[in-house]
């Protein structure tokens, strides 16, 4: 970490020379911590799932790889299959129609290919057009297809592995078989909740029952009419704190699964709040 304080940022030279000369599995943890400094803004990386994003980003900087293209060179052309992402780092590029004619310009942290990444058939990772470097020298960081597929199938795993042993741990989720926390795992979305953000309201019913993993949250119950026993009278709605509770393992919202009645209180996050949604 002292290290890490003290180092210069990382030049483009450096990132060039680093991805050409360092195999994947030759990069230090120091180098990936500057690699990730000098990537991280780009739009590519603030894709990434949420949840554990600053693991799996180090993970695609050790997978990453470099090209440099002079003024005028195609770096990907249209019909081609594409096999790899780019993200212009240096320099600039232009998609181009059939004619030759500029569509759009890419500037510095702009990526083009990502259906090279995602797309499932040969035909959807066709390249649509062709991209032409335009500067001198352009730059663009690279990540191939196969990588890419093997970082999200352990990405996957990984956090099946981990979502599957958290809900074991619950009092809610603990009696289930194996096959039964697999198939509840794999249905939960993950969520974060920021301070001060609602996770239920009172009287709405709700769509989607909430495990939580961590946080804490003020549960308030608003009382109306009857509710008011001690000033009957009063007309007015009466809003009581009734506790401040640790969410870790908590299940908020169950009715959601069960019934079509609303939510007793209002839960409002006091902390930074993670869980996941189960629909």
């Not at 780009?42 to 293209?69: A, T, W």
């Not at 002079?70 to 594409?82: H, Q």
């Not at 009957?232 to 640790?246: G, N």
Request: aromatic share 6%.
């Amino acid at each position: 970490t002292a290290a890490l304080e003290n180092a210069t940022e990382l030049t483009l030279q450096e990132l060039i020379d680093m991805l050409r000369t360092k195999q994947p599995q030759q990069r230090t943890e120091f180098d990936l911590q500057r690699l990730l400094e000098k990537v991280d803004s780009l739009r590519f990386f603030q894709k990434l799932p949420e949840i554990q994003q600053s693991d799996l980003r180090l993970r695609v900087c050790r997978q990453l790889g470099v090209s440099v293209f002079i003024k005028g060179k195609p770096i990907v052309k249209e019909g081609d299959l594409g096999a790899e992402f780019f993200i212009v780092v240096a320099g600039q590029a232009s998609v181009r129609d059939k004619d030759g004619n500029i569509e759009r310009i890419l500037k510095e942290g702009a990526g083009f290919g990502e259906m090279a990444l995602i797309g499932d058939t040969q035909e959807e990772r066709l390249q649509m057009r062709t991209v032409m470097a335009d500067a001198e020298q352009t730059v663009a960081v690279t990540l191939v297809r196969d990588d890419y597929l093997s970082l999200i199938r352990a990405y996957e795993e990984r956090l099946l592995a981990s979502t599957m042993a958290f809900l074991h741990s619950t009092h809610y989720f603990k009696r289930l078989s194996a096959t039964a926390l697999t198939w509840v795992a794999q249905v939960l979305k993950p969520v974060v909740w920021q301070r001060g953000e609602k996770l239920a309201e009172q009287g709405k019913r709700p769509s989607h029952m909430l495990i939580m993993k961590s946080g804490e949250a003020r549960l308030s119950v608003t009382l109306t009419g009857d509710g008011l026993r001690a000033n009957p009278q009063s007309s007015k709605p009466m809003t009581i704190d009734v506790a401040l509770i640790s969410l870790g393992g908590e299940v908020i919202c169950e009715s959601a699964l069960f019934d079509e009645s609303g939510n007793l209180g209002t839960f409002v996050a006091t902390a930074p709040c993670e869980g996941y949604v189960m629909h």
